[in-house]
């Protein structure tokens, strides 16, 4: 995706260095310019969205186990909802909900918990019988399935066409966006950041922030801060136009086998996990994983078996050990913020992070409490397991 020219040489002088040019930091540059930071500059290696962010499914939601995601899904989708206003950018929002599919009892009686506590934190959730999931999903199988959990807020939209948005928006404000520019060293002095070298050269600055995705861990090891982000392979394919309007169906998850879809213009976007993960920076395409993709169909949406791919690509997931996200300032590395880990779920929670992300280089208090996301978690055996990941 190209959003506009490249400057042939990178400025002396940031006040903050964005690395990362998918959701996270282009949605970072602009609540960063918006709220009055001047001097913002944004490193992008390849083209804005060109990570795992144009690879992303587009689905946003607020139906998690963890508080805090709960929070950060449904602040993101307040704007996303907002998004063809706010940033004069069509971004094909389809509000058609997420349904979870559901064939053990115990899984069930967790999204029961789960559910209890989106709706104290004012979400719609709720739980739905066999029979409500197939007037909601029609064209699934109801064999095996013991109930569902359903919210008819949540949505799913094109990636690539928020982060063209918030880059645009960033730009008239002032940002300096450099693409196909690589991030070679972050300099750090007496515990603190005082430059990032470029390919394009030096930059000083008191501030970075990591949004690299995939490439968090390697980013974080320049500034001697350990992230623990590994890459998982995800694939996904798109069909042929199907005869009905798939727009009607919601973003539905078979939960145990994470198998799922949504309409895609006018056909429908599939993925799975593969057999076997590969956790590698490993971006090819198996033809096993059809084969496979092609049973779970056959299971759970047999009416949907004789579809016709239209294309496919596959893509990263950025992994953290407890599936949960990386976000706040370093410890031991003054100026030095991160976000990353996402594990399946960054793009849906781009726009709200972006704002955590303004308030803690501001040092203001963010919408919602993201100590227990801090990386220090590890370190203190604190993990913060996630439950709802695809």
């Given at each position: 995706?190209?959003t506009?020219s490249?400057?042939?040489?990178?400025?002396?002088?940031?006040?903050?260095?964005?690395?990362?040019?998918?959701?996270?930091?282009?949605a970072?540059?602009?609540?960063?310019?918006e709220?009055?930071?001047?001097?913002?500059?944004?490193?992008?290696r390849?083209?804005?969205?060109?990570?795992?962010?144009?690879k992303?499914?587009?689905?946003?939601?607020?139906?998690?186990s963890?508080?805090?995601?709960?929070?950060?899904?449904?602040?993101s989708?307040?704007?996303?909802?907002?998004?063809?206003?706010d940033f004069?950018?069509?971004?094909?929002?389809?509000?058609?909900?997420?349904?979870?599919?559901?064939?053990?009892?115990?899984?069930?009686?967790?999204?029961?918990?789960?559910?209890?506590?989106?709706?104290s934190?004012?979400?719609s959730?709720?739980?739905?019988?066999?029979?409500e999931?197939a007037?909601?999903?029609?064209?699934?199988?109801?064999?095996g399935?013991?109930?569902?959990a359903?919210?008819?807020d949540?949505?799913?939209?094109?990636?690539?066409?928020?982060?063209?948005?918030?880059a645009?928006?960033a730009?008239?404000?002032?940002?300096?966006?450099?693409?196909?520019?690589?991030?070679?060293?972050?300099?750090?002095?007496?515990?603190?950041?005082t430059?990032v070298?470029?390919?394009?050269?030096?930059?000083?600055t008191?501030?970075?922030?990591?949004?690299?995705?995939?490439?968090s861990?390697?980013?974080?090891?320049?500034?001697?801060?350990?992230?623990?982000?590994?890459?998982?392979?995800r694939?996904?394919?798109?069909?042929?136009?199907v005869?009905?309007?798939?727009?009607?169906?919601?973003?539905?998850?078979?939960?145990?086998?994470?198998?799922?879809?949504?309409s895609e213009?006018d056909g429908?976007?599939?993925?799975?996990?593969?057999?076997?993960?590969?956790?590698?920076?490993?971006?090819?395409?198996?033809?096993e994983?059809?084969?496979?993709?092609?049973?779970?169909?056959?299971?759970?949406?047999?009416?949907?078996?004789d579809?016709?791919i239209?294309?496919?690509?596959?893509?990263?997931?950025?992994?953290?050990?407890?599936?949960?996200?990386?976000?706040?300032?370093?410890?031991?590395v003054?100026?030095?913020?991160?976000?990353?880990?996402?594990?399946?779920?960054?793009?849906?929670?781009?726009?709200?992070?972006?704002?955590?992300l303004?308030?803690?280089?501001?040092?203001r208090?963010?919408?919602?409490?993201i100590?227990?996301?801090?990386?220090?978690?590890?370190?203190?055996?604190?993990?913060?397991?996630?439950?709802?990941i695809?």
């Open positions: 995706m190209t506009g490249t400057p042939q040489v990178a400025p002396t002088h940031a006040s903050v260095v964005i690395v990362g040019g998918g959701i996270m930091g282009t970072t540059a602009h609540y960063l310019a709220a009055g930071v001047e001097d913002v500059v944004l490193v992008e390849d083209e804005l969205g060109s990570g795992s962010t144009s992303a499914a587009g689905g946003l939601r607020s139906q998690f963890d508080e805090v995601n709960i929070a950060l899904g449904a602040r989708l307040e704007t996303f909802r907002r998004f063809r206003s004069d950018q069509d971004i094909d929002l389809v509000t058609s909900g997420y349904l979870f599919l559901l064939d053990d009892e115990e899984d069930a009686a967790r999204f029961e918990r789960n559910v209890a506590l989106q709706q934190l004012g979400q959730s709720r739980m739905v019988t066999v029979a999931a007037e909601l999903s029609p064209v699934i199988s109801t064999a399935l013991v109930g569902g359903f919210n008819p949540d949505a799913h939209c094109t990636p690539e066409a928020a982060v063209a948005g918030f645009r928006a730009r008239r404000r002032g940002v300096t966006v450099l693409r196909h520019t690589e991030v070679t060293d972050i300099v750090v002095e007496d515990g603190a950041v430059g070298e470029t390919s394009r050269g030096p930059i000083t008191s501030a970075v922030v990591c949004a690299a995705g995939a490439w861990q390697a980013l974080g090891a320049m500034a001697g801060v350990e992230l623990p982000v590994t890459p998982l392979r694939q996904i394919m798109v069909t042929e136009p005869d009905f309007d798939a727009r009607k169906l919601p973003f539905t998850i078979d939960f145990s086998t994470s198998y799922y879809f949504h213009g429908l976007l599939m993925g799975a996990p593969e057999l076997t993960d590969v956790r590698e920076f490993d971006t090819h395409r198996d033809p994983w059809i084969e496979h993709l092609s049973r779970l169909i056959a299971h759970r949406t047999p009416a949907l078996e579809v016709c239209r294309r496919g690509w596959a893509g990263l997931y950025e992994c953290s050990p407890d599936h949960n996200a990386l976000i706040g300032s370093a410890v031991d003054d100026g030095f913020l991160y976000a990353c880990g996402f594990s399946g779920h960054g793009f849906l929670q781009g726009p709200a992070v972006g704002e955590v303004r308030d803690l280089y501001l040092g208090e963010p919408f919602v409490d100590s227990p996301m801090s990386v220090e978690r590890f370190a203190a055996d604190a993990l913060r397991v996630e439950l709802n695809v």
